[in-house]
């Protein structure tokens, strides 16, 4: 299966850590990409392939992998965090790309 | 750093076609894929389809027989065509460009540019 499943929402209290998971099968053998989404606004890549950040985005986000599942931490949660967080990987083909469902991140 | 901006029809009719077009600005369409992505009202985000410079496609396979992707390289874009539209393909369009890297045995791809959005409204 190709279906990425996220837990639909989170919350963290102000400063502390959150993870967000995301399960598939094709996790195995793709990394995740990492998108924050918030209204209004376009997807904005906050990870991607091992755990890299691209240029701009905070330290505090990072990325992990372990079998089908990956995982974003934002270790001391901002209120500037709160936003939906969507993961991306294809099938197993390498043709098809699937997002997660998203996890509505609220920070307290 | 390449800068996408996207454009297109906004408000249509049940089977009318959609198109839309994105256009990138400093920096060319080689090397990449270049995507389209969508996000119905209080939904997720779906992969629409993609094309590369050569113009080799990848459509999402619930679109594919509704769904024409091109490229235009003398104008550095690529459009986006949905033929048949519903009130089902209401949502917020987005135009991304896709990138493809390795490392170790994983191979990873991204969307590290995007485009601002186009909002489509399907209602009669």
């Known amino acids: 299966s190709s279906e990425l499943t996220q837990d639909p929402a989170v919350s963290v209290a102000l400063g502390q850590t959150v993870t967000i998971t995301c399960q598939g099968d094709?996790?195995?053998?793709?990394?995740a990409g990492w998108y924050q989404k918030k209204p209004g606004q376009a997807p904005l890549l906050v990870i991607y392939g091992r755990n890299n950040r691209p240029s701009g985005i905070p330290d505090r986000f990072s990325g992990s992998t372990s079998g089908n599942t990956a995982s974003l931490t934002i270790t001391g949660a901002q209120t500037e965090d709160e936003a939906a967080y969507f993961c991306n990987s294809p099938d197993s083909s390498g043709d098809h790309l699937f997002f997660g469902g998203g996890t509505s991140v609220t920070v307290l | 750093q390449v800068q996408l901006q996207q454009w297109g029809t906004g408000l249509l009719k049940p089977s009318e076609t959609l198109s839309l077009t994105c256009g990138a600005y400093g920096g060319s369409l080689s090397g990449f894929f270049w995507t389209w992505i969508r996000q119905s009202p209080g939904g997720g985000l779906d992969w629409i389809g993609e094309?590369?410079?050569?113009?080799?496609?990848i459509y999402n396979p619930s679109l594919k027989s509704r769904l024409s992707i091109s490229v235009d390289t003398s104008k550095n874009q690529f459009s986006l065509r949905l033929t048949s539209v519903t009130a089902a393909d209401t949502a917020e369009y987005y135009c991304?460009?896709?990138?493809?890297?390795?490392?170790?045995?994983?191979?990873?791809?991204?969307?590290?540019?995007w485009g601002k959005g186009t909002a489509v409204t399907v209602s009669s």
């Open positions: 094709g996790l195995r053998t793709y990394y």
């Open positions: 094309i590369n410079y050569s113009g080799r496609t």
């Open positions: 991304a460009r896709k990138r493809k890297s390795m490392s170790g045995l994983y191979y990873y791809f991204y969307m590290d540019v």
